[in-house]
């Protein structure tokens, strides 16, 4: 006698997923937060994009009003003064180009040294071993405490001994060497490396020198790339402290220069349209250095320091 055996096969059909109440809501408020953080970038493309004259009679249009490139050609000193006064500008010029050169001078100078100097600080408290480390660290973390006003009048006193009063590096120098914060950050990287990856290159005949080029700095790539990034657009927004030190073009930053620009008033009023164009061609290079290396901001704070 055959025994035969019947093989039933039930499809299960996936089920449509309806979107609770609570996640619709959710989208609903993201939506708002993207809207709200949006509109100022808007509201700035379309006062650059509109004229003094419209803007002075229809300010709440939402859409450009009498669209014109006159703000933008201003702010690049690509007009006469004749021209700029016609469009209800000052007429005074930006030497864009200029506060440019000297924004990017900076930046990159407080960039480079400070990332450098303070990688060699956070080694020093990370992985070499001395006498009152830990105590010498709490005492230099303790400036994260000091508020930066604090700081200002001493950093001018010294930069005016120094002679360095209207210069680029006079700009520089206060935040050029090392900050709390950057060695914090990353002290807290190089703890978090393995031992056994230093006394490998320790029994290769490594010394320490070699061992922090060669080795910690390579795998630290990601968090020096996210402090350098933090670090440019924190110099690059900078206006008090430029304000004081710098007087003349030479030794003008962009941010300083905006605002100059806005005091150059004419007789019709504030020059909207050509500040709002210059702010956003000098907010353009922060936001796209940002868009570009946002993966790797946020992926650096896990402290993955071994892939």
């Not at 408020?29 to 006062?47: G, H, K, Q």
């Not at 990017?104 to 080694?123: D, E, H, K, N, R």
């Not at 400036?143 to 360095?164: A, D, R, S, Y």
């Not at 956003?280 to 071994?306: D, Q, W, Y």
């Amino acid at each position: 006698m055959a025994a035969v055996t019947t093989t039933t096969t039930t499809r299960i059909r996936p089920l449509g997923r309806r979107p609770s109440l609570g996640r619709i809501a959710a989208w609903a408020v993201m939506a708002a937060i993207v809207l709200v953080t949006l509109l100022p970038f808007y509201w700035i493309l379309r006062t650059a994009l509109s004229t003094n004259p419209g803007l002075a009679a229809h300010p709440g249009d939402p859409l450009p009003v009498d669209p014109s490139m006159g703000g933008f050609e201003r702010a690049l000193g690509l007009q006469s003064t004749k021209e700029a006064i016609a469009q209800g500008g000052a007429g005074g010029g930006l030497k864009f180009w200029r506060y440019l050169l000297n924004s990017v001078i900076v930046s990159t100078l407080i960039t480079g040294c400070q990332i450098f100097f303070s990688a060699m600080a956070a080694y020093a408290f990370a992985r070499l071993r001395w006498r009152g480390r830990d105590k010498v660290f709490g005492l230099f973390l303790a400036g994260l405490m000091v508020p930066t006003i604090f700081t200002l009048l001493p950093n001018f006193v010294l930069i005016k001994q120094l002679g360095l009063v209207d210069n680029l590096l006079g700009i520089a120098l206060p935040t050029m060497f090392m900050t709390p914060f950057a060695v914090f950050f990353l002290r807290q990287f190089f703890m978090n490396i393995p031992s056994e990856v230093e006394e490998a290159a320790l029994l290769d005949g490594a010394g320490k020198v070699r061992i922090f080029f060669r080795v910690l700095l390579p795998m630290a790539s990601t968090p020096i790339m996210t402090l350098a990034v933090l670090t440019y657009i924190t110099a690059w927004n900078d206006y008090f402290w430029p304000l004081m030190v710098s007087y003349s073009d030479s030794s003008r930053v962009l941010t300083v220069a905006l605002a100059i620009f806005r005091a150059q008033t004419p007789q019709t009023g504030t020059d909207w349209s050509g500040l709002m164009a210059a702010t956003l061609i000098a907010a353009l290079p922060m936001l796209v250095l940002f868009g570009f290396f946002a993966r790797r901001i946020v992926g650096s704070i896990s402290f993955t320091g071994i892939k």
